[in-house]
């Protein structure tokens, strides 16, 4: 199966902090990009290295930088937004690629309001970013954007996800590798995790 929890002691503690009602705004959001920092290191172990000659203090040495293709962060708003500077501060030169998308409370189905990709995006490796993983209905309708635009190498980080929604992509994206700082118990009868965060959205942005 195409997920791995980030089993790191800072991780969770990092998310016993977000699961909080009473963290902070500021601090919501700064814990955030800390656990994208971590996901996104794990995430990136597999990138290629190719070796280039520097010049140091002591003369010509053999440096390793990264090779191959090129990254596109793909944050889905409006939550995704709150990883962003995560993924940033280790990979600032990598391109952000926008998807906004909504919930349907009805059907618990996305419905997209929102789509800006780069040119060039099949030829780059997409990292999608979201908080939460619930259905996963928002994470594979975004793989199936992707996927149309010829991308073939496709990762997922989000914070907390739901055992529902990682069978629904295992089942129908496979080869979508997603790194998450936490597996909680279900989904209740609205679709939001248990015991998840809340709404992450509105804890990032302040309008809860």
Not at 28 to 45: G, K, S, V
Request: glycine residues 8%; aromatic residues 6%; contains cysteine.
């Amino acid at each position: 199966m195409s997920f791995q929890v980030v089993d790191h002691p800072l991780i969770k503690h990092k998310v016993g902090l977000l699961r909080r009602i009473d963290t902070s705004i500021s601090h919501f959001r700064q814990l955030m990009q800390e656990i994208t920092i971590m996901l996104t290191y794990e995430a990136t172990r597999d990138l290629l290295l190719k070796p280039r000659e520097i010049m140091t203090w002591m003369g010509p040495v053999e440096a390793q930088r990264i090779s191959g293709k090129k990254i596109s962060v793909v944050p889905i708003l409006r939550a995704g937004l709150g990883m962003l500077d995560g993924v940033l501060t280790l990979i600032p030169s990598a391109r952000v690629n926008v998807v906004g998308l909504y919930r349907d409370e009805k059907t618990l189905y996305p419905v997209i309001y929102y789509k800006k990709f780069n040119k060039d995006i099949q030829i780059r490796d997409a990292l999608i970013i979201d908080p939460m993983l619930a259905t996963g209905h928002s994470m594979a309708k975004v793989c199936e954007m992707l996927t149309d635009e010829g991308c073939k190498n496709i990762k997922s980080l989000c914070i907390v996800a739901a055992p529902e929604g990682v069978a629904y992509m295992n089942e129908n994206y496979p080869d979508v590798m997603i790194f998450a700082a936490a597996l909680d118990d279900r989904l209740n009868e609205e679709g939001y995790i248990i015991p998840g965060l809340g709404d992450a959205g509105d804890r990032i942005f302040g309008t809860k």
